[in-house]
């Protein structure tokens, strides 16, 4: 068999988290197993349907780099298609006909749980002809039951008599969600049917169908909803965000898609997976089964793992959107490929590291309050500034010596020079070593900057 897989979202919003880990759990599966993974667009609800959430859908999967193996389908465009399916169960007497309008249906309802039944509708014992408001029902069995082998949670059993009589076709002709994704997942050929565990309760209505087209069902796994660390339903107040805002707040993709793999599947005691490692061990049957909980910190340990794996090409090029100025030179350029590398080892995020590069990016002088620098080091700056001046060789390590020995010479701790100088050099209380930055930073430049403080 094939493996056809497909992630199917409506465009009624952003990427969240939990589509985009269902889009992920799709794309490996197919990938480990030789298949072909499929993106469907499930517009019906045009009403709610956008332009600008289908761009953010589209856009994140491919920053995701989940890109489908085969043309984007959308449901809207397979209407006819659903109906002449509609009309062939109505024909063979699997649907019919209801009139009964939204508050009559409340009221029967109402009635049955107040008679302790379940609140379902089963109006086919009085078949009415079509009229301008009636909507096409499915014929559930009222007797048996419906079982399925779901493969995260198991064998799966539903009493038919649980089951309402759903609506295939609205009052205006259009077709519903449970027709269509049925439909559509036949004539796309899915065979892994791979959603969340929310959906559980729609599979025995959509067996059903298929039972009554003599359709052959594709296999279904629903994994794990994401929860967050109070264990309630994932939200923004989790600090949960939609795919592109973290792309824009500086995540790289490989740190979220190694964060979205481990939201309910693992690989023994493994932290780290390389997209690479994820395809080989992906499966099923390492999927659990609870509810998996998304930790924002953990994520962002993750980004900041993969950041000091960058090499200082790849830091640059990723670094780069998020200056403030990009590099004005190519001065500014070197200095970036050679500062952010340690830069990085701090940083949890491209953000991080583009602001902590202010002092590489900008030449200065940076604004430091002067009651910040000790009376004994602003007295013997200007002897230290013309040792500098002196200085032939630029390096980190001629620097510090440098720095050493006019602190012994002047029987200062070297802190007293180290540290308001960092502040001077950098704008900043910390940062990588000072002689290190020093030496990237440039003899004009430092210069510069110091001598700025002594006019102040």
């Known amino acids: 068999m094939t493996v056809r897989t497909r992630f199917a979202p409506s465009p009624t919003g952003a990427l969240h988290l939990g589509g985009a880990r269902t889009a992920l759990f799709n ?11 499929c993106v469907r667009i499930e517009d019906t609800d045009q009403k709610r349907s956008s332009q600008e959430a289908l761009a953010s859908i589209t856009q994140g999967l491919s920053w995701l780099g989940l890109t489908p193996d085969e043309p984007m ?25 209801c009139d009964m ?35 096409l029902r499915f014929k559930m069995p009222r007797t048996g039951e419906i079982s399925f082998t779901d493969q995260v949670h198991g064998q799966i059993r539903v009493n038919n008599h649980q089951l309402d ?3 295939l076709l609205r009052a205006d002709g259009s077709p519903t969600y449970m027709l269509s994704v ?37 296999s279904f796994a629903h994994i794990p909803l994401i929860h967050g660390a109070d264990g309630a339903k994932l939200s923004k107040r989790h600090g949960a965000l939609d795919v592109n805002t973290y792309k824009e707040e500086g995540f790289l993709k490989e740190a979220l898609i190694n964060a979205l793999l481990r939201l309910g599947w693992g690989h023994k005691d493994q ?38 794996a960058l090499s200082p090409e790849a830091l640059m090029e990723a670094c780069v959107p998020f200056l403030s100025v990009p590099p004005a030179s190519p001065l500014v350029s070197d200095r970036l490929m050679k500062g952010l590398p340690a830069l990085a080892v701090r940083a949890h995020t491209l953000k991080d590291l583009a602001e902590s590069a202010h002092f590489y990016t900008h030449e200065g002088p940076f604004s430091v309050d002067a009651h910040a620098l000790p009376e004994a080091f602003v007295r013997h700056l200007p002897r230290y500034v013309d040792q500098l001046i002196q200085q032939d060789v630029w390096t980190a390590a001629s620097l510090e010596s440098l720095t050493r020995s006019f602190a012994e010479e002047h029987d200062l701790k070297l802190v007293t020079m180290a540290q308001p100088l960092r502040l001077l050099i950098t704008g900043r209380s910390v940062s990588p070593p000072l002689f290190e930055v020093m030496s990237i930073v440039g003899k004009k430049a430092c210069l510069a900057r110091l001598a700025y403080s002594q006019k102040g």
């Open 27 to 37: 794309w490996l599966y197919a990938k480990h197993e030789g298949g072909t993974f």
């Open 73 to 97: 389908v959308f449901q809207s465009q397979q209407q006819t298609r659903h109906q002449e399916v509609a009309m062939g169960l109505l024909a063979a007497g699997h649907a019919y006909w």
């Open 101 to 135: 309008d939204g508050e009559a249906l409340a009221s029967l309802k109402a009635q049955a749980r107040l008679d302790g039944r379940a609140p379902l509708y089963l109006g086919r014992d009085t078949p009415q002809p079509r009229s301008s408001s009636s909507v």
């Open 165 to 167: 009589d759903l609506v």
């Open 182 to 218: 049925v439909v559509d997942d036949h004539d796309m050929r899915i065979s892994h049917v791979i959603r969340g565990a929310d959906h559980i309760s729609n599979t025995p209505k959509q067996l059903h169908i298929y039972e009554a087209l003599s359709w052959s069902c594709p």
């Open 271 to 308: 932290e780290i997976f390389s997209l690479r490692e994820a395809v080989a061990l992906f499966s099923l049957a390492h999927v659990g089964a609870s509810p998996a909980r998304f930790d924002p910190g953990k994520l962002a340990s993750l980004n900041a793992h993969y950041l000091k």
